[in-house]
Nanobody, 124 residues
Framework: QVQLVESGGGLVQAGGSLRLSCAASGRTFSSYRTAWFRQAPGKERAFVCTISRSGGSTYYADSVKGRFTISRDTAKNTVYLQMNSLKPEDTAVYYC?????????????????WGQGIQVTVSS
């Protein structure tokens, strides 16, 4: 079993940047595919991006492509989400999740373990 804890959220103005962290305990990220999801008020949880077990491949939702970057620090057993050029529509609770499964990458039900979530608010 793995425990995930997100950090780094907060309030930022449109056009600004934030970096979210997801720290794992119990298992290493190399055992899992890791993803970030987000959920805005009144909306379903939505896929943001994912990184493979090896860390060698990434995949992004069209809405964040070119603005967000997922990465992993093996030594710190932490996955990051660098968010640049933030927009008010990026406002949501962001979740880190992991899975031993492969597909579908963007479906929340694919993922086995979840963090508690962290709020990101982008003001206009």
């Amino acid at each position: 079993q793995v425990q995930l804890v997100e950090s780094g959220g907060g309030l930022v103005q449109a056009g600004g940047s934030l970096r979210l962290s997801c720290a794992a305990s119990g298992r290493t990220f190399s055992s899992y595919r890791t993803a970030w999801f987000r959920q805005a008020p009144g909306k379903e949880r939505a896929f943001v991006c994912t990184i493979s077990r090896s860390g060698g491949s990434t995949y992004y939702a069209d809405s964040v492509k070119g603005r967000f970057t997922i990465s992993r620090d093996t030594a710190k057993n932490t996955v990051y989400l660098q968010m640049n050029s933030l927009k008010p529509e990026d406002t949501a609770v962001y979740y880190c999740a992991v899975t031993v499964n492969s597909d579908p990458l963007s479906r929340p039900s694919t993922y086995d373990y979840w963090g508690q979530g962290i709020q990101v608010t982008v003001s206009s």
